[in-house]
């Protein structure tokens, strides 16, 4: 766990983030306190949840400290440290900070739900072991409250990632992926040639199609320049795996491989200006067996997809609202910033005042 937490302020918010698209679109601000407390009406807020208004004490704040442990190094460029001065940073960066207090919130209530919820003294005992954690030194040097926050979400999100991981069989999640992927695990056997004109591979094409020997008219049109496969002149580039055919010769070739039969020769195609004359002899499929472990291996953590559809449903069924100040709340795409939202000088990055509203 130690070395899992010393990267903990990017891992939380970034792990599945695409099932979290809702959340991630509050962009500019969030939630701040760790539990929902209501508000008196002129007192400062940034959003409510169900009619709960969470108030703006130490956003911004927060919103430092967050930024502090994602970007240890500080800014670099003068448009950063102008940004910092005056206050402002990128959407990007409070967004994270609010997706992080909007699945500390959420990932209280599941676990609550699921009977999981970590102790007092489970999340103060997380708190000390991520203080003295490698890279935890400057959250150590950070505000009890806020190393809390972490401690706090730290503890809900794996205690639920537990609760759902009971019921996970990794080796039919492992059988569903091989079968889903089959294609990108395969090798393809193929005869080759290239060619720097149409002309020469429409001919060569003709040559293998009347029944002439592939090996044979490789040899025959092979340059010095393009070899007919790789360095050797016999045409046979070997068992390449999909990946390699697609970064190399493009996905409309790869495309094309993947629907032929053994032994077809394919249709003269072109990428980036050279043609090619394929054959494709066979494929080498691996069994499932053999592969198994690496696709366990590369699966998402057990209980995380389940703990994520989970925390969706939750989120769906909630009522949230933003303050005005900092923008409007959809359904579907989350936080639609303010009219004349500002951005620091060079960034590509939408930002605003960290400023609590008044």
């Keep these: 766990m130690a070395k899992r937490v010393g990267h903990y302020a ?45 108030s703006a004490d130490r956003f911004a704040a927060g919103v430092k400290y967050y930024s502090e442990l994602r970007f240890p190094d500080g800014p670099t460029t003068p448009e950063e440290k102008s940004a910092q001065q005056k206050g402002i940073v990128p959407t990007n960066i409070a967004s994270e900070y609010a997706v992080f207090q909007v699945k500390l919130v959420f990932y209280n209530r599941l676990a609550k739900q699921k009977g999981v919820a970590p102790t007092d003294a489970e999340i103060e005992k997380l708190r000390v072991e991520l203080t003295k954690s490698e890279g935890g030194k400057a959250f150590g040097e950070m505000p009890k409250w806020f190393q809390m926050q972490f401690a706090t979400s ?53 040559r293998i199609a009347g029944g002439e020997d592939f090996a044979a008219v490789a040899k025959d049109v092979a340059t010095e320049r393009i070899p007919a496969a790789g360095d050797k002149a016999d045409g046979d580039l070997g068992c390449q ?63 995380q997809q389940e703990a994520d559809d989970a925390m969706n449903k939750l989120m769906k069924a ?41």
């Excluded at 889903?180 to 003709?206: G, N, P």
């Excluded at 032929?260 to 494709?280: C, M, N, P, T």
């Design 154 to 206: 730290f503890a809900a999100s794996e205690a639920i990632v537990a609760y759902y991981a009971k019921n996970v069989d990794r080796t039919a999640r492992a059988k569903q992926a091989y079968d889903q992927y089959k294609t990108q695990l395969t090798k393809f056997c193929i005869d080759f040639i290239a060619l720097e004109d149409r002309a020469s591979a429409d001919a060569a094409h003709k």
């Design 241 to 303: 795996p999909a990946t390699a055919i697609n970064q190399n010769l493009g996905g409309e070739i790869f495309s094309a491989m993947a629907a032929a039969k053994d032994d077809e020769l394919l249709d003269v195609a072109e990428s980036q200006g050279v043609f090619y004359v394929l054959r494709l002899r066979n494929r080498e499929i691996p069994a499932f067996e053999t592969v198994k472990d690496d696709i366990i291996a590369s699966l998402p953590t057990a209980g």
């Design 10 to 54: 990017a891992i939380l918010v970034t792990t599945h983030i695409s099932n979290f698209k809702r959340a991630t679109a509050i962009a500019a601000v969030l939630l701040v306190s760790l539990g929902l407390s209501a508000c008196n009406g002129g007192q400062a807020w940034i959003a409510s949840i169900d009619g709960k208004k969470i």
């Design 318 to 358: 909630s009522r949230i609202e933003i303050n005005p100040k900092y923008g409007t709340w959809s359904r579907d795409t989350g936080l639609v910033p303010p009219v004349g939202a500002i951005k620091p000088a060079g960034s590509q990055d939408q930002a605003i005042s960290i400023a609590p509203p008044g």
